[in-house]
């Protein structure tokens, strides 16, 4: 069992920045990759980002939407993963989730993340 737990969401006005923290602790070390996704009100969960965490070289994946915007990374010291976010929107209100895969399958699915966080709100004004 992976245990996860966001942190870092708030309130934010467009253009600004907001960092949230995924710890993840239970069994971190068979860990394939960690990954970021958010839900708006009446909109399906989308994916924002992944990384992958067995791997030397940490292979990233971004949506469309947030790329050149956001970051992902990871410290594996702390199994934490992390997703700067800059430049921040309206539409990118939503919660945002931390996931966990076990297994090498479509990171930008959400189907293949087995565990979940509870979700963080992140919010930005106009």
């Known amino acids: 069992q992976v245990q996860l737990v966001e942190s870092g969401g708030g309130l934010v006005q467009a253009g600004g920045s907001l960092r949230l923290s995924c710890a993840a602790s239970?069994?971190?070390?068979?860990?394939?990759?960690m990954g970021w996704f958010r839900q708006a009100p009446g909109k399906e969960r989308e994916f924002v980002a992944a990384?992958?965490?067995?791997?030397?070289?940490?292979?990233?994946y971004y949506s469309n939407l947030v790329k050149g915007r956001f970051t992902i990374s990871r410290d594996n010291a702390d199994n934490t993963a992390v997703l700067q976010m800059n430049s921040l929107k309206p539409e990118d209100t939503a919660v945002y989730y931390c996931?966990?895969?076990?297994?090498?399958?479509?990171?930008?699915?959400?189907?293949?993340?087995?565990?979940w966080g509870r979700g963080t709100q992140v919010t930005v004004s106009s």
């Open positions: 990384i992958d965490w067995s791997w030397i070289r940490g292979n990233k």
């Open positions: 239970g069994g971190t070390s068979g860990v394939y990759t």
């Open positions: 996931a966990a895969t076990l297994r090498s399958s479509s990171r930008y699915d959400s189907a293949t993340y087995e565990y």
